[in-house]
């Protein structure tokens, strides 16, 4: 028998939704068998709970540079909560400025704070994409995200939406080249007050061409294949039904 509610073709999110949804479960069970902590969850609200769960009291916290956690409300969550040091090098004031200054003259000072994060007890940041055999590509200018992803801090905490998982390293490359660098230097150059950002390639045309411009953004690429047994509670992945972060 069949429901007599007419049909709405126009709304296919249902079987979309569906498909990303055994995507993501696939990649959760592929981190797992690699020694990653991976977890799948529906929405953004639920990402936010299983990460404070993570972050123990008097914990001290290290937020990279994410569109995916700035979506989560995740500094505001834990300031409120009142009981973790957060610590957020990027962090922006209401016009989109840097709250410690100009990258560029107050380098010293940039250095010595994303220093900090290989001392902390949890880092929280996002990445570039995720493949469905279960490895995480990200991708850097100075490699001060990418880098305590590898070594440092006791635990770190990877924050992904669905629309980051691909079938393999070579689709991640891609994406990383053909949609999140593009994106991510207009969002610089256009939210961030960062004229020099209007230099590079990609920002006039959307389009990468491999450049070897002295402020390029695509520097350093960190893949992490599997971690140790002695370390595999190090790594955590949340795996969003969501499209979040670029």
């Given at each position: 028998?069949?429901?007599?509610?007419?049909?709405?073709?126009r709304d296919i999110s249902q079987p979309v939704n569906w498909v990303k949804e055994q995507r993501a479960r696939a990649a959760v069970a592929a981190f797992r068998r690699r020694h990653f902590q991976a977890q799948y969850v529906a929405r953004?609200?639920?990402?936010?709970?299983?990460?404070?769960?993570?972050?123990?009291?008097?914990?001290?916290?290290?937020?990279?540079?994410?569109?995916t956690l700035d979506?989560?409300?995740?500094?505001?969550?834990?300031?409120?909560?009142?009981k973790n040091r957060v610590m957020w090098p990027q962090e922006k004031d209401g016009s989109g400025a840097n709250i410690h200054g100009d990258y560029e003259v107050n380098r010293k000072l940039y250095a010595r704070l994303q220093r900090e994060v290989f001392s902390a007890d949890v880092y929280l940041t996002g990445a570039n994409a995720v493949t469905m055999d279960g490895k995480i590509v990200s991708t850097d200018g100075g490699g001060n995200r990418v880098a305590p992803m590898i070594f440092g801090p006791g635990k770190v905490?990877?924050?992904?939406g669905v629309n980051k998982v691909v079938k393999n390293l070579e689709a991640a490359f891609e994406r990383i080249r053909e949609f999140c660098a593009p994106v991510n230097v207009r969002r610089h150059l256009d939210m961030h007050h960062r004229s020099w950002y209007g230099e590079l390639?990609?920002?006039?045309?959307?389009?990468?061409?491999?450049?070897?411009?002295?402020?390029?953004?695509?520097?350093?690429?960190?893949?992490?294949?599997?971690?140790?047994?002695?370390?595999?509670?190090?790594?955590?992945?949340?795996l969003i039904g969501e499209e979040l972060g670029l």
């Open positions: 028998m069949h429901d007599n509610a007419p049909v709405d073709e953004r609200d639920e990402a936010l709970q299983a990460i404070l769960a993570m972050v123990p009291d008097g914990a001290t916290v290290f937020r990279a540079d994410s569109v979506q989560l409300n995740v500094v505001p969550a834990l300031r409120v909560r009142g905490v990877v924050v992904v390639p990609c920002a006039s045309s959307g389009i990468c061409t491999d450049c070897d411009h002295p402020r390029r953004i695509c520097n350093y690429t960190a893949i992490l294949e599997g971690a140790l047994p002695c370390f595999s509670e190090r790594i955590n992945v949340i």
